[in-house]
């Protein structure tokens, strides 16, 4: 099959590899129709490089046709059309019961000390192969593949793997009151989402902060009061004028460890990218090489008392923060990857003709699996608009 390798730092390629199959009796494999590309393989394209390995399949957002089940599945049938959770969870553990699947007693990645596994995530999260490719065998089947009711198109269901629930629980876990107010820092696939999730479950105002125009006119065009974040401390004084003074009662940094404005991190993130595996795999671990300036806005903006929400995501480890400034505002954080299993069932009643969220027409691009070396550099740039990519193999 075709598939979307990691080659390298920077380096994408397209190539043929071996079919996935049946390995374990819960498996299933499915075809791919619709893989979408996250701001999280953009991560992996740079700063985590040293998890990777050339020749790891990406991608973790898929939608596709089952093709074939392992002899322990019996809910899932070939043909049947499913949408695919971003990390593998059990399904029935402690954790899983609780609505942390990211957190599956059975499926964490112990030897790394991180939680559930991921696809096309690096050793961090398994080196599960990825989803940006012609098949993907889906482990534990039954608790993986979420049937999809309707025979809408693919970009009806495909943002159910990663960016519905991950906005979702972005705003969950913001914790905006109703009739309150949040800022949105990052207006990308996810914070834009988060916008309209925000909006759509009761926020009065929605703030939105993001240094690309095109991001901030796309948010602006749903009613997010949107700000460029090169204006620094400005940005936080304009959404205080607009909030009494006080600042707004949530932030979602959907930004995470690479933000803009950070220039000795991205130094060091650079050097660690390029340096040999081993070594700089530790230093990643070890070292401070998140760029903090959002996650620091966050913690400048939010009101006293408010809710910082994280869902963009960090990988260091010794980053100075001002605890002074979180502990007197008595601010509260919350954070992680995102539940998708446990959110899944208030979002797909929304996945109707009325598409509230505007799902459908999300996706900016819709490539194939050759043009993504070209897709991940420009995604990266942020140039020509691009802001959701959507591969169909
Ligand atoms: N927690 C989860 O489960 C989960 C799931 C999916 C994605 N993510 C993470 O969410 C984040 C966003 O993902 P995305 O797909 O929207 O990616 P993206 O890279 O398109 O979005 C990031 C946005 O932040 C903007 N930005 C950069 N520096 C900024 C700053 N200082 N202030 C404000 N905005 C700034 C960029 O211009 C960009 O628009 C990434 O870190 C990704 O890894 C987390
Ligand atoms: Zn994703
Ligand atoms: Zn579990």
Not at 89 to 103: A, E, F, K, R, V
Not at 132 to 155: F, H
Not at 183 to 205: D, H, K, Q
Request: charged letters at 20%.
């Amino acid at each position: 099959m075709r598939a979307v390798l990691w080659n390298g730092t920077r380096d994408v390629k397209t190539e043929t590899v071996p079919d996935p199959g049946i390995e374990q009796p819960g498996d299933a494999v499915i075809r791919v129709t619709s893989s979408g590309l996250c701001g999280s393989d953009l991560h992996l394209y740079e700063v985590l490089g040293p998890f990777m390995t050339p020749g790891d399949v990406l991608g973790h957002e898929p939608l596709g046709v089952v093709e074939e089940v392992g002899p322990g599945v019996t809910s899932l049938v070939p043909g049947q059309r499913v949408v695919v959770p971003f990390q593998i969870s059990c399904g029935h553990c402690p954790m899983c019961d609780t609505g942390l699947q990211t957190q599956c007693d059975n499926t964490r990645v112990d030897s790394q000390g991180t939680g559930a596994s991921i696809y096309g995530y690096s050793a961090l999260y398994g080196s599960v192969p990825g989803a940006q490719a012609e098949y993907l065998r889906v482990p534990r089947a039954e608790a993986n593949a979420i049937p999809i009711p309707g025979q809408g198109p693919d970009d009806r269901y495909v943002f159910l793997s990663d960016v519905l629930p991950t906005a979702w629980q972005a705003v969950k876990y913001a914790d905006v009151p109703r009739g309150g107010s949040v800022a949105v820092l990052g207006l990308g696939p996810i914070g834009e989402m988060a916008c309209r999730v925000a909006a759509y479950l009761g926020a009065e105002r929605v703030f939105g902060v993001d240094p690309v125009p095109e991001r901030r006119a796309r948010a602006a065009a749903r009613g997010v009061e949107v700000f460029d974040s090169a204006a620094g401390d400005d940005v936080v004084d304009a959404i205080r004028d607009r909030t009494d003074g006080r600042g707004p009662d949530a932030v979602i940094d959907a930004v995470g460890m690479e933000a803009q404005g950070h220039t000795s991190a991205r130094v060091a993130q650079r050097a660690a990218a390029m340096m040999p595996k081993g070594a700089a795999a530790k230093l990643m671990e070890t070292a401070g090489v998140d760029r903090l300036s959002a996650l620091r806005t966050a913690i400048e903006l939010v009101r006293r008392g408010g809710t910082i929400s994280l869902i963009g995501v960090y990988g260091g480890m010794a980053d100075p923060l001002p605890m002074l400034t979180l502990f007197d505002k008595q601010i509260q954080l919350r954070m992680g990857q995102a539940n998708v299993r446990h959110w899944a069932p208030d979002i797909l009643p929304l996945l109707d003709d009325e598409d509230v969220l505007g799902v459908q027409d999300f996706a900016t691009h819709h490539l194939s699996l050759e043009e993504a070396p070209e897709a991940y550099r420009r995604f990266q740039e942020k140039t020509d608009g691009i802001f959701k990519v959507v591969f169909t193999p």
